[in-house]
């Protein structure tokens, strides 16, 4: 850019960004540590909801990336607090490992649902379960609906394809609590004395993680690792403020322009 913006917060995407699986992505823990010495704040937003952020957290320690706990906020963190703002009792489609981040809500008698990525749970019987407490009035609450997402074995269903089967069969719309969702990104910045345009956003998702940022104000870095397929940056518009090849680059233009 030929004119250098002040930037206050750096939000930071993880799987396909920052690792894959239990294998990061080659110079990002480096990348990070560079990151950490500029005067902006960093956070880290996810839509994972394989896991509850403890167990997130632990894995990316084992990576060893200089992150703290805290720094960590999840679609799923934000699907409860809706939960607990409409006083339901969900039925949670979400993997075991996520049960987690749940504990407390009570869930015997649903009358919501509550769907993420559970593909231990995305079977017949499951799914006509959530089909029938939606015909009976139940709210459809997706934790996100992004289309798939990278594993070390290739690309994989996200939960995305199975809210909109729910939302077809039931002739209802989900309310979405993730990425990229406007509410999301501005929650994750609320604590950060950050206005979104002194905010970017780094990720692999072209439409939740950088078509969402902008749509809120910030500017958007896709990185062309994890779930990124040749011509993403031409899916959104406005296109994403810049294509880097990795999180790497991305810190490296950040440190050199933005400041």
């Known amino acids: ?3 250098r913006r002040v930037v206050k917060a750096v939000l930071i995407d993880l799987s396909g960004t920052l690792h894959i699986e239990d294998s990061a992505v ?6 990070l540590t560079r990151l950490r010495r500029a005067p902006v704040n960093v956070k880290f937003v996810t839509n994972t909801t394989k896991e509850c952020k403890r167990i ?5 320690k084992r990576l060893e990336f200089d992150i703290e706990e805290t720094e960590i906020f999840t679609s799923l963190t934000a699907a409860r607090s809706l939960v607990e703002q409409q006083n339901v009792r969900p039925l949670l489609l979400v993997e075991n490992s996520a049960l987690e981040d749940f504990s407390g809500i009570e869930t015997s008698d649903p ?3 509550v769907i993420g990525l559970a593909p231990d749970h995305f079977n017949y019987q499951t799914m006509n379960k959530a089909f029938r407490l939606i015909l009976d009035g139940a ?3 997706a934790i996100h609906k992004a289309r798939y997402y990278k594993r070390k074995d290739g690309l994989a269903l996200g939960p995305g394809p199975f809210v909109t089967g729910l939302e077809y069969a039931t002739d209802t719309k989900a309310t979405v609590v993730g990425k990229p969702e406007r509410t999301f ?3 994750a910045l609320r604590n950060l004395d950050c206005k979104p345009e002194e905010a970017i956003m780094i990720g692999d998702d072209v439409r939740d993680d950088i078509g969402g940022a902008q749509n809120s104000g910030m500017m ?3 990185v062309k690792t994890g779930k990124y397929r040749q011509g993403d940056e031409v899916k959104i518009n406005p296109p994403p ?3 880097c090849d990795s999180f790497l680059q991305a810190v490296d233009h950040i440190l050199q322009n933005l400041k």
């Open 185 to 187: 990104f501005l929650e």
């Open 139 to 141: 709210p459809l609450i």
């Open 220 to 222: 958007g870095i896709l």
């Open 111 to 113: 009358n919501a649902v």
């Open 241 to 243: 403020y810049l294509t």
């Open 26 to 31: 080659p110079g990002a823990q480096e990348a």
């Open 56 to 60: 997130l957290f632990e894995r990316l």
């Open 1 to 3: 850019m030929a004119v």
